[in-house]
């Protein structure tokens, strides 16, 4: 929520010819952060519409991009224990959004998978707005599509290069608790 509100802090909606109120961000910059905040407001309404929680649709997010995984690979991705993860994997079952099935080389595990269905329904929700921007880029000339993709590519790294860096870092003791992150 903190992340979301210094986002948005930096985020201007542009009209043609206007300059960014920071002066020092590129336009495109600016539009990018529009974009991933705008990113949380679609998985905000994705969640609404499938009536999951958040951890619950990150676990979605996960299992429709990786295939099956296991309980505790789930949790490894979530972030959470194995225990929570078997928690998030009985609401997603009960919800009919995924289903466990054996798994194939280990006879005392299982996996888990999104249904079908639940899939069917979050692409056909999502696959509009993902067309929309397809067209966008493929209704350019070849080199504005090479400075689009390089200039998301560089964000890309850039992104990926934060999080190497943030992983590395030690948790901060808050200045007002004494206490660290929860």
Do not use: C
């Not at 990113?39 to 969640?47: A, F, G, I, K, L």
């Not at 949790?75 to 289903?99: E, G, S, Y």
């Amino acid at each position: 929520m903190y992340l979301n509100f210094l986002m948005i802090s930096w985020v201007v909606v542009l009209g043609e010819g206007e300059e960014p109120i920071r002066p020092e961000m590129h336009a495109a910059s600016v539009m990018m952060r529009r974009v991933l905040v705008l990113n949380d407001m679609v998985e905000y309404q994705m969640r609404r519409v499938m009536g999951t929680n958040e951890t619950d649709f990150q676990a979605m997010q996960h299992l429709m991009a990786k295939g099956p995984m296991t309980p505790s690979q789930l949790a490894d991705a979530l972030h959470i224990t194995t225990a929570a993860a078997t928690t998030v994997v009985d609401r997603l079952v009960r919800a009919d959004h995924a289903r466990r099935v054996p798994h194939p080389l280990d006879r005392r595990s299982t996996m888990v998978e999104p249904t079908a269905h639940a899939a069917d329904f979050a692409m056909a929700k999502l696959m509009p707005m993902i067309q929309q921007t397809d067209q966008l880029v493929r209704d350019m000339q070849p080199d504005q599509q090479e400075a689009v993709v390089a200039y998301l590519g560089g964000v890309i790294q850039a992104m990926e290069q934060h999080i190497v860096e943030l992983a590395g870092e030690q948790p901060v003791v808050s200045q007002l608790t004494g206490k660290g992150p929860t």
